[in-house]
């Protein structure tokens, strides 16, 4: 198996994907997807981007969200965060971190703050926290987060 930096320097960067493209890591045996029974119950710390980010920021925000999972940043939480999905899309790209369980306040809010910090957001940026749940049964621009950092 390739080494996670390994692979990283051989694949396509995400800011030159074309619009529809996603890449996602996931922890063994986890699929990208709601339904799988380990994301189920969970939901996404949700990073949007506007369309000029795609050229100044979106490669290193993946790059720093891959290593946050990588590094087990989240320290106690970090067996919460199932992984991270990125979306390039016309209208802006999309990061978001996924976690296990959406009712665990303090793992979500923790691994949020840790996130955004990593990310070097200013503490004026909001971000936001949605439950699959919520997701699966709103479309997306309507879904109300459940937490913000």
Not at 88 to 116: C, F, L, P, Q, S
Request: proline share 2%; charged share 25%.
């Amino acid at each position: 198996m390739l080494a996670p930096g390994r692979l990283y320097s051989h694949i396509q960067l995400a800011s030159k994907l074309t619009s529809g493209c996603d890449y996602s890591l996931f922890k063994d045996g986890i699929e990208p997807m709601w339904e799988d029974n380990r994301n189920k119950r969970g939901g996404r710390w949700l990073i949007t981007l506007a369309k000029q980010q795609r050229h100044t920021e979106l490669d290193r925000f993946w790059l720093e969200t891959l290593l946050c999972l990588i590094g087990e940043t989240f320290g106690p939480y970090s067996e919460d965060v199932c992984g991270a999905v990125i979306n390039i899309r016309a209208k802006g790209d999309k990061i978001a971190v996924w976690t296990r369980e959406a009712e665990n306040r303090d793992g979500v809010t923790h691994i949020g703050r840790v996130y955004k910090e990593r990310l070097g957001l200013s503490h004026k940026v909001v971000i936001g926290y949605q439950a699959h749940a919520d997701t699966a049964t709103k479309s997306g621009s309507l879904t109300k987060n459940k937490f913000v950092v």
